[in-house]
């Protein structure tokens, strides 16, 4: 396991990160990447959205472009990063919570969307089977993932720090969690990186 797949050191690594945050994080994560993540949510107007791993709130401004401010929950672990989603976004519901426990009752959400966060999860299927869970029948479950980098130096190091799945891997777990009608796209934000993160969606049965 990486050193990051661990919420005490997941938490306070982001304590300090989120400084710098999104000077970065654009670098990794293009527009195209985004509006891609919530196409593959299929929202409609009046959908109630949960977002896990909000961070500084990227993708929940993405989201916010498709439905209103006040039908989107958005949780996280680092009450560093979500101040400044608070900041940016402030009409959004925040709670701060774990991704393997989601304090939500069966079937609350239209869809559920999480990108860039699962890499930190120490189980991410229990991860994907809570967002399952909390997601109505027929609505869309959402994961942005890294990709393996292909390179086996560069690999070994990456994984030392945290979970790099593969699409497969993804997949397996949005079977595990019943999901259905599973459709995935690989993509990155410039042709040097073109496969760098799996977008994987699967419908709850
Ligand atoms: C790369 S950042 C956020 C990405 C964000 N979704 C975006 O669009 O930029 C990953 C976030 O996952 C959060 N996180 C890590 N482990 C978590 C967990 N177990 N439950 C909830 N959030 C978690 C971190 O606090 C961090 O803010």
Do not use: H
Request: glycine share 6%.
């Amino acid at each position: 396991m990486g050193l990051l797949e661990d919420k005490v050191r997941a938490r306070k690594f982001y304590k300090y990160f989120s400084k710098v945050y999104d000077r970065i994080n654009p670098i990794f994560y293009s527009q195209k990447m985004l509006e891609k993540v919530v196409e593959m949510a299929e929202l409609s107007d009046g959908d109630i959205v949960l977002e896990v791993g909000c961070g500084t709130g990227f993708t929940t401004y993405g989201i916010s472009k498709k439905v209103l401010q006040e039908n989107i929950f958005a949780v996280d672990l680092t009450p560093e990063q979500m101040k400044k989603a608070i900041d940016r976004l402030p009409n959004v519901n925040y709670l701060r919570c774990d991704a393997e426990n989601l304090p939500f009752k069966d079937d609350t959400f239209d869809a559920s969307i999480s990108a860039g966060s699962i890499e930190y999860w120490p189980n991410p299927k229990k991860g994907i089977s809570e967002m399952a869970r909390v997601t109505k029948p027929g609505g869309r479950v959402v994961i942005l993932a890294p990709r393996k980098p292909s390179n086996p130096v560069v690999r070994r190091f990456a994984e030392s720090v945290m979970l790099f799945p593969s699409t497969q891997q993804c997949i397996s777990w949005y079977d595990s969690a019943g999901l259905e009608n599973i459709r995935f796209v690989e993509m990155g934000p410039n042709r040097l990186w073109s496969k760098l993160v799996v977008i994987i969606s699967g419908e709850v049965r």
